[in-house]
């Protein structure tokens, strides 16, 4: 194409041939890659089959082939992120939790047969791994009345239901791991208030029996994330640790001492059960996942402390899944590489793709380009990755600066990288620009970064994200007038609190958002039920300031339209945060849509779910910055002349 066939139109209302049913029926994300005898197995989100986890390999033809037939579901509610929800015995037979009862089954033939008895979803296991005859497991116990227990346990594999409870004593638990000569337990533990990535501790154990004894605290704190422990010996341990400030890696034995001491993190936030960010090679060296801002592949001597970088051309974000011999299992992908399970030979250097997470790509001329951004506001740096529109059959027209959303991810505590993105480029492509904001509080850049966002929550985050997308606007880049921010479970409280509390954009988009703190501390999930305190602060002393943060409490203040988007079985933000804050919206007779999801959990996993929010979105987005988006179906928003 010549410049001269290059049409000059308004952003946003470009052509594209990326459409909402792109992203549900080319989308599968794809987890927890491991080796089964010559074959590579993995877990599979099936948006077109109503949002099943399968378990899949690759058959004739290197097509993908379901290990686990339909309508099995691979996914455990533990923690209700879940995470370790299936395994595999040496013998090679599967053995997972199902969704739909909270079980763990083996799969024998095409017929799973239950390991564990029916409690309906009241006890359910994760983290799962096999230890001798057993499934070794982190299960979590519903009892009447609402109180929440969890231990590891074993599960006997041969189906005699005698579940044997190894230890307890804390409110959660994590990384269950025998020593190499059976006769100790070494594991994770953390209690309310704290989160994972605010402390916890390595406990070890002897085992009596099969059962633990009393525990010895090894490393960690209040202060102190303590992740993935691996025995060495029947003496030593390695470990990440952050209480250098960054999540490095420790041998703890008689003394602890870090191995390579480096301002990057070896470690991420634990929202799932199974992450790993390093593993122990044949010849005794350290395969790591290093991060700051983005990933790098490297392998650590740790006798030496020398750290020597594997180039992986492209890859900006990286998920250890497992070695054998010279091949690496990674979940990897980049701002011009797919997302997916790819293989490394570490020995050429070689990456093969095994699954991706879409089954095709538009045009490269279609797709994104991501910039790093560092902006600066409040006496701080800001991180973030923009997405200029790129479309190679049009252009904006003279004088006109396009629209741009603020992207907000989740957590608080996580972490974006740049990434090629279809939901990116769903907008990008029709010349709306993206910014996607790690803000203070986010994984990635430290433990100080992290802690920007204690108490202050609702503050930190709504001025990082501001601070980021207005410098694209002084810069010249967007158009200020034509600004709006979208985000979902903790990202959806951030768009409602920049909503209500600035006049910086035009509109804003929550998934799924938190929009008060009052009822949401008393019918949130037990993980998240104290996360509060850290961010805002505890009960009853900061009730006041629960009251003045939360975005519900200062509809006054918001101006412009919201776009509300919510799952009705959503445990972890239910629907009475969403429906509370679209009453208020009603009260002020502002412009609102509010669309409610059946059978949909936190994060949207159906099909027609995912096509229906995407192009109400864009709609929206249309309706509000002026611009007509082709081929979308139009959003009806509430007003108060209706």
């Given at each position: 194409?010549?410049?001269?066939?290059?049409?000059?139109?308004?952003?946003?209302?470009?052509?594209?041939?990326?459409?909402?049913?792109?992203?549900?029926?080319?989308?599968?994300?794809?987890?927890?890659?491991?080796?089964?005898?010559?074959?590579?197995?993995?877990?599979?989100?099936?948006?077109?089959?109503?949002?099943?986890?399968?378990?899949?390999?690759?058959?004739?033809?290197?097509?993908?082939?379901?290990?686990?037939?339909?309508?099995?579901?691979?996914?455990?509610?533990?923690?209700?992120?879940?995470?370790?929800?299936?395994?595999?015995?040496?013998?090679?037979?599967?053995?997972?939790?199902?969704?739909?009862?909270?079980?763990?089954?083996?799969?024998?033939?095409?017929?799973?047969?239950?390991?564990?008895?029916?409690?309906?979803?009241?006890?359910?296991?994760?983290?799962?791994?096999?230890?001798?005859?057993?499934?070794?497991?982190?299960?979590?116990?519903?009892?009447?009345?609402?109180?929440?227990?969890?231990?590891?346990?074993?599960?006997?594999?041969?189906?005699?239901?005698?579940?044997?409870?190894?230890?307890?004593?804390?409110?959660?638990?994590?990384?269950?791991?025998?020593?190499?000569?059976?006769?100790?337990?070494?594991?994770?533990?953390?209690?309310?208030?704290?989160?994972?990535?605010?402390?916890?501790?390595?406990?070890?154990?002897?085992?009596?029996?099969?059962?633990?004894?009393?525990?010895?605290?090894?490393?960690?704190?209040?202060?102190?994330?303590?992740?993935?422990?691996?025995w060495i010996s029947g003496d030593e341990l390695y470990v990440v640790s952050d209480r250098s400030g960054w999540w490095n890696i420790y041998r703890v034995g008689t003394d602890v001492a870090a191995l390579c001491p480096v301002d990057a993190d070896f470690g991420d936030a634990l929202w799932q059960f199974g992450a790993r960010w390093y593993e122990v090679l044949g010849n005794g060296k350290l395969l790591t996942?290093?991060?700051?801002?983005?990933?790098?592949?490297?392998?650590?001597?740790?006798?030496?402390?020398?750290?020597?970088?594997?180039?992986?051309?492209?890859?900006?974000?990286?998920?250890?899944?497992?070695?054998?011999?010279?091949?690496?299992?990674?979940?990897?992908?980049?701002?011009?590489?797919?997302?997916?399970?790819?293989?490394?030979d570490l020995g050429t250097g070689a990456l093969r793709d095994v699954r991706l997470s879409v089954d095709a790509l538009p045009e490269s001329a279609y797709l994104p380009e991501a910039r790093t951004v560092v902006a600066h506001g409040h006496g701080r740096e800001v991180h973030a990755f923009a997405y200029p529109p790129r479309n190679p059959r049009y252009r904006g027209q003279d004088g006109e600066l396009p629209?741009?959303?603020?992207?907000?991810?989740?957590?608080?505590?996580?972490?974006?990288?740049?990434?090629?993105?279809?939901?990116?480029?769903?907008?990008?492509?029709?010349?709306?620009?993206?910014?996607?904001?790690?803000?203070?509080?986010?994984?990635?850049?430290?433990?100080?970064?992290?802690?920007?966002?204690?108490?202050?929550?609702?503050?930190?985050?709504?001025?990082?994200?501001?601070?980021?997308?207005?410098?694209?606007?002084?810069?010249?880049?967007?158009?200020?007038?034509?600004?709006?921010?979208?985000?979902?479970?903790?990202?959806?409280?951030?768009?409602?609190?920049?909503?209500t509390t600035s006049d910086v954009f035009a509109c804003g988009a929550s998934y799924y958002g938190v929009a008060e703190l009052d009822g949401f501390v008393k019918e949130t999930h037990d993980f998240e039920s104290r996360y509060i305190d850290g961010l805002i602060g505890p009960l009853p002393e900061s009730a006041a300031l629960y009251a003045e943060r939360a975005p519900l409490n200062n509809v006054d203040g918001?101006?412009?339209?919201?776009?509300?988007?919510?799952?009705?079985?959503?445990?972890?933000?239910?629907?009475?945060?969403?429906?509370?804050?679209?009453?208020?919206?009603?009260?002020?007779?502002?412009?609102?849509?509010?669309?409610?999801?059946?059978?949909?959990?936190?994060?949207?996993?159906?099909?027609?779910?995912?096509?229906?929010?995407?192009?109400?979105?864009?709609?929206?987005?249309?309706?509000?910055?002026?611009?007509?988006?082709?081929?979308?179906?139009?959003?009806?928003?509430?007003?108060?002349?209706?």
């Amino acid at each position: 194409m010549t410049p001269t066939d290059v049409i000059a139109a308004p952003y946003g209302s470009w052509a594209s041939p990326i459409d909402a049913a792109d992203l549900a029926n080319g989308g599968h994300p794809v987890e927890g890659g491991r080796y089964v005898g010559d074959e590579v197995w993995w877990a599979e989100l099936r948006p077109t089959e109503g949002g099943r986890v399968a378990i899949r390999r690759l058959g004739l033809d290197d097509q993908p082939v379901d290990v686990l037939p339909a309508p099995w579901n691979a996914r455990t509610r533990v923690h209700e992120y879940g995470g370790g929800a299936w395994t595999v015995t040496d013998a090679g037979r599967l053995v997972f939790s199902e969704f739909s009862d909270q079980r763990v089954y083996i799969l024998e033939g095409l017929r799973p047969r239950a390991l564990t008895p029916p409690t309906s979803s009241a006890v359910r296991y994760a983290d799962l791994s096999i230890v001798g005859a057993d499934v070794w497991a982190v299960r979590e116990s519903h009892a009447p009345g609402g109180t929440i227990t969890r231990d590891i346990c074993a599960i006997p594999l041969d189906g005699s239901g005698e579940i044997r409870a190894i230890v307890g004593g804390s409110d959660f638990l994590a990384y269950p791991r025998p020593s190499p000569d059976g006769s100790k337990i070494a594991w994770i533990a953390w209690n309310h208030p704290q989160m994972p990535w605010d402390g916890t501790e390595l406990r070890v154990a002897n085992l009596v029996d099969g059962v633990a004894g009393p525990h010895r605290v090894l490393l960690g704190g209040t202060e102190e994330s303590v992740l993935q422990p691996e025995w060495i010996s029947g003496d030593e341990l390695y470990v990440v640790s952050d209480r250098s400030g960054w999540w490095n890696i420790y041998r703890v034995g008689t003394d602890v001492a870090a191995l390579c001491p480096v301002d990057a993190d070896f470690g991420d936030a634990l929202w799932q059960f199974g992450a790993r960010w390093y593993e122990v090679l044949g010849n005794g060296k350290l395969l790591t996942v290093r991060t700051f801002g983005t990933d790098a592949l490297a392998v650590l001597d740790p006798e030496t402390g020398d750290l020597r970088d594997i180039d992986v051309s492209g890859v900006t974000s990286i998920g250890l899944m497992q070695v054998r011999d010279d091949q690496l299992l990674i979940k990897s992908g980049g701002a011009k590489l797919a997302t997916g399970l790819r293989e490394l030979d570490l020995g050429t250097g070689a990456l093969r793709d095994v699954r991706l997470s879409v089954d095709a790509l538009p045009e490269s001329a279609y797709l994104p380009e991501a910039r790093t951004v560092v902006a600066h506001g409040h006496g701080r740096e800001v991180h973030a990755f923009a997405y200029p529109p790129r479309n190679p059959r049009y252009r904006g027209q003279d004088g006109e600066l396009p629209p741009y959303v603020a992207f907000v991810h989740g957590g608080p505590t996580a972490h974006i990288a740049p990434a090629l993105n279809l939901v990116y480029a769903y907008f990008t492509s029709r010349g709306i620009g993206v910014v996607d904001v790690n803000y203070g509080g986010s994984t990635g850049y430290g433990r100080e970064y992290r802690n920007r966002l204690r108490g202050q929550w609702g503050v930190v985050d709504v001025q990082d994200v501001i601070t980021a997308v207005t410098g694209l606007a002084e810069q010249g880049l967007a158009d200020p007038a034509r600004l709006a921010i979208e985000g979902g479970s903790a990202g959806g409280w951030t768009v409602l609190a920049a909503l209500t509390t600035s006049d910086v954009f035009a509109c804003g988009a929550s998934y799924y958002g938190v929009a008060e703190l009052d009822g949401f501390v008393k019918e949130t999930h037990d993980f998240e039920s104290r996360y509060i305190d850290g961010l805002i602060g505890p009960l009853p002393e900061s009730a006041a300031l629960y009251a003045e943060r939360a975005p519900l409490n200062n509809v006054d203040g918001l101006n412009c339209p919201v776009l509300l988007l919510q799952g009705l079985d959503d445990p972890i933000v239910p629907p009475s945060q969403a429906e509370r804050f679209r009453d208020a919206l009603v009260s002020k007779g502002i412009p609102h849509a509010y669309l409610a999801y059946e059978g949909e959990s936190h994060g949207f996993r159906k099909q027609s779910t995912i096509i229906s929010s995407r192009n109400a979105e864009l709609s929206f987005y249309g309706q509000v910055l002026g611009f007509t988006p082709p081929g979308v179906p139009q959003l009806k928003l509430w007003t108060h002349e209706v």
